[in-house]
């Protein structure tokens, strides 16, 4: 079985200071890891997603994550916060074999101050 | 062109009602899903379907009913709703058993009053 835990449920930063929003997980299986973005009473948006090849991933808006095995973490940052990122942040995982949906974590709220 | 497109975006419904959520997906993915987000934005798979066959039933109520009438089609059929099933829910999609990263809809706001 799978499950992720997201340290923090609100994280604030001031606008150009460094995005750290952290994410352990649990899998008895290799696992393949995601980090999603929910805008206001929009739908979920892939960021970026660690599929066993690179352990650095690069997704979009900036944003990266960096899968550390020995600490089962999947921490997503970014150097410079703006205030378009400001969202709700869910970090999940999946089994990397058949039929094991996403599991989510409780997700982060990302705010950033002007 | 929307990928995976849910209607309705918002639903008002009296207790008791029954109700259903469509969600069509335009990317040829072979799996589909639904996903329950509660009022603390906490999201928990319900169903999964590949190749219109269900895989994956979580411990959903048996008021819930997935349909799938083919690969690009899920709908989901509640009856006799409760003030408990009050929630958002997304539909996604995605390629092959191992998902390499789901797509999904913009979300159906279900109130139950």
């Known amino acids: 079985a799978q499950s992720v835990t997201q340290l923090g449920s609100h994280v604030s930063v001031s606008e150009g200071a460094l995005v750290l929003l952290r994410c352990n997980y649990s899998?008895?299986?290799?696992?393949?890891l995601f980090w999603y973005v929910q805008y206001p009473n929009q739908g979920l948006q892939l960021l970026l997603k660690?599929?066993?090849?690179?352990?650095l991933v690069k997704g979009i808006n900036g944003f990266e994550a960096e899968f550390k095995k020995s600490e089962t973490s999947f921490h997503l940052t970014k150097p410079s916060a703006h205030m378009s990122d400001a969202a709700e942040y869910f970090c999940?995982?999946?089994?990397?074999?058949?039929?094991?949906?996403?599991?989510f974590g409780k997700g982060t709220r990302l705010s950033v101050i002007a | 062109d929307t990928a995976v497109s849910q209607t309705p975006k918002y639903l008002v419904t009296q207790m008791g009602n029954d109700k259903s959520i469509k969600c069509e997906q335009n990317?040829?993915?072979?799996?589909m899903y639904w996903y329950k987000q509660d009022s603390k934005k906490f999201l928990k798979i319900m169903f999964s379907?590949?190749?219109?066959?269900?895989?994956i039933n979580e411990t959903v109520p048996n008021r819930f009913s997935p349909k799938s009438p083919d690969k690009a089609h899920l709908n989901l059929h509640i009856n006799s709703l409760e003030l408990g099933d009050s929630a958002v829910y997304f539909c996604?999609?995605?390629?092959?058993?191992?998902?390499?990263?789901?797509?999904f809809g913009q979300g159906t706001r279900l109130t139950v009053v």
């Open positions: 996604a999609s995605s390629q092959g058993e191992v998902p390499l990263g789901a797509f």
């Open positions: 899998s008895s299986v290799p696992p393949y």
């Open positions: 660690y599929t066993s090849a690179a352990t």
């Open positions: 999940a995982v999946s089994a990397a074999r058949g039929n094991t949906p996403l599991v």
């Open positions: 990317l040829g993915h072979d799996t």
């Open positions: 379907y590949n190749n219109k066959e269900l895989i």
